[in-house]
């Protein structure tokens, strides 16, 4: 028992520590008018493994921490948009899905090829430049106070079709992993397909008498409900290898009304909490005698993708008549790759040992340019 109370008062005291931390880090940031996640990131870096004091947290509890954080990042997201919206939106940004994808996983395939790497891992690093990440780009537009902007629905239907083309992508990865035939990658492609159509669905057609049945006048018994059934969907959504994020988004989407004003006013608090845990867990993560060996590669690939992400967003928004200024912010605002790529890359580190200090390096840069960049495209 008193092994236990020791272990316990470590950890209150790093995390309160790791929280006072962020709190001052936050507070410089916004007085030099500048976002606060690339020191985020940075301190995470310096206090995780093998940096200047390594925190001693468990890694169980560093997990559940950035989960949450983005699927609050999320949610919030998805709170700012009704289900038809999402459906025009979806239908009109096929096409710069389709440029996107073609754009951004090509950079990363090559790049693997010519390292030298075998197909199925360079496969993995084209998924890891592919996708932008959900989290920051939600935090730095909500940041920003751009949410209502005309190009943003721009933005999130390019970001809700790279989601979806993960629904696909990693069960086909997963199964080539495990040395699956064609019938099992089939069928885990149908199974995630089934499951997003189901989400979707539901959030779209019934979210509002959803809404309407969950609605009540404490906030205590909103908060529970919400949170509740946003883990919910998120974990159900992740047991059939889809992107725990949209499902949460989702929810977003689903819940209207009145409902939906109270959960903005109980949730933002909540997710300026753990979005700030999360990109300082992200930074944790990455241990930094594994990057310099691969920064010049990693930089090059960041800047070749940071481009092909702007001329993904300018094109995408210049397409449904969106001013000049707003398409270069559309395209700036897709740059930041975060915790999707980092999942990615972990997958084939069996197979290819470069690929993880190569995508914590990739995205270590970009999740730090990808937020200066937004900030400056004013």
């Known amino acids: 028992m008193p092994e236990v109370t020791v272990d316990t008062s470590r950890l209150f005291i790093e995390l309160g520590c790791a929280v006072v931390g962020l709190a001052v880090l936050a507070r410089l940031a916004n007085r030099l008018g500048f976002s606060a996640i690339p020191l985020y990131l940075l301190a995470g870096l310096a206090f995780g493994n093998g940096g200047l004091a390594p925190l001693n947290f468990s890694k169980e509890f ?4 950035a989960e949450i954080g983005v699927l609050l990042l999320l949610f919030m997201l998805g709170l700012e948009y009704t289900g038809e919206e999402l459906k025009q939106d979806l239908r009109a ?12 996983f090509a950079p990363g395939l090559i790049a693997g090829l010519v390292l030298g790497w075998r197909p199925l891992p360079s496969v993995l690093l084209g998924g890891a430049t592919y996708i932008s990440s959900s989290g920051i780009i939600a935090k730095v537009l909500a940041e920003l106070g751009r949410l209502k902007n005309l190009e943003t629905p721009v933005i999130l239907s390019v970001l809700v079709l790279e989601d979806l083309a993960m629904a696909v992508y990693l069960p086909i990865v997963g199964v080539l992993l495990a040395g699956g035939g064609p019938l099992t990658v089939a069928l885990s492609v149908a199974v995630a397909i089934v499951a997003v159509s189901v989400v979707l669905f539901v959030a779209v057609r019934y979210g509002r008498k959803l809404s309407g049945f969950a609605a009540h006048q404490s906030d205590e018994i ?7 059934t946003i883990l919910l969907v998120a974990g159900i959504a992740q047991h059939f290898q889809v992107s725990a994020a ?12 009145p409902i939906a004003e109270q959960s903005h006013r109980l949730f933002a608090p909540l997710r300026d909490l753990f979005a700030a845990t999360f990109f300082f867990f992200f930074g944790l993560e990455i241990d930094p005698a594994t990057l310099p060996r691969v920064i010049p590669i990693a930089v090059s690939l960041g800047l070749a993708t940071a481009l092909t992400k702007v001329l993904t967003g300018y094109w995408a928004a210049l397409k449904v008549g969106v001013e000049r200024q707003g398409c270069v912010r559309a395209g ?47």
């Not at 909103?222 to 509740?228: E, P, Q």
């Not at 949209?246 to 009304?257: E, T, W």
């Not at 197979?351 to 004013?378: D, M």
């Open 332 to 378: 700036t605002a897709l740059i930041a790759r975060g915790e999707f790529s980092i999942v990615i890359a972990g997958l084939g580190v069996g197979i290819e040992p470069q690929l993880g200090p190569l995508s914590a390096a990739y995205v270590l840069f970009l999740a730090i340019l990808g937020p200066v960049l937004v900030r400056v495209s004013k």
């Open 62 to 65: 560093v997990h559940s921490g």
């Open 222 to 228: 909103i908060l529970l409900t919400v949170l509740g």
């Open 93 to 104: 940004g096929l096409a710069a899905g389709l440029a996107d994808f073609v754009l951004n």
């Open 246 to 257: 949209i499902g949460a988004f989702l929810v977003g989407i689903a819940v209207s009304g």
